[in-house]
């Protein structure tokens, strides 16, 4: 392929990503703009209701830092993950079985213990700033000429 299809393709692709995160942030604020219209019809806030404006409010920071960075943290929807078991124990703690409450503290435990070791492997093995090409494999040095013309 050649470098102007190369450049089309990104492009593309760029404008396809921009169109899926402005659709994620339009529908995240309709759902969030309806749970709050429900819960003021209803008249009371209950815990569950945070705890889903939070997960909304999680979804546009998401979609908010991958926009400035250029990159998304696997660690904010591990978060929303945890948030989303959360409410669901909340809300059915009556209707649930024990072991499925055991099974759903487990995987909140195990969402836990991997953002603990996402946020450890950051600290302790930082990638460089601004390297985006970490899926490529490793980096490898520029081929630079000498004046000879000779390669270094």
């Not at 603990?116 to 601004?130: L, N, Q, S, W």
């Amino acid at each position: 392929m050649t470098t102007k299809t190369h450049k089309i393709g990104r492009r593309l692709l760029k404008l396809i990503e921009y169109g899926g995160l402005v659709i994620i942030t339009i529908a995240t604020l309709i759902a969030g703009t309806q749970e709050i219209m429900t819960m003021v019809a209803a008249g009371r806030v209950t815990l569950a209701d945070l705890l889903l404006l939070f997960i909304y409010l999680e979804v546009v920071a998401m979609v908010a830092v991958y926009l400035e960075s250029g990159k998304l943290p696997v660690r904010m929807p591990l978060y929303i993950a945890i948030v989303a078991l959360a409410r669901y124990l909340a809300l059915d703690i009556k209707n649930i079985e024990s072991w499925e409450i055991i099974a759903v503290s487990s995987a909140i435990l195990i969402l836990t213990v991997s953002v603990f070791m996402i946020r450890f492997g950051k600290y302790r093995y930082p990638y460089p700033e601004g390297d985006h090409e970490l899926d490529r494999g490793p980096a490898r040095k520029p081929v630079r000429e000498n004046s000879d013309h000779s390669i270094k």
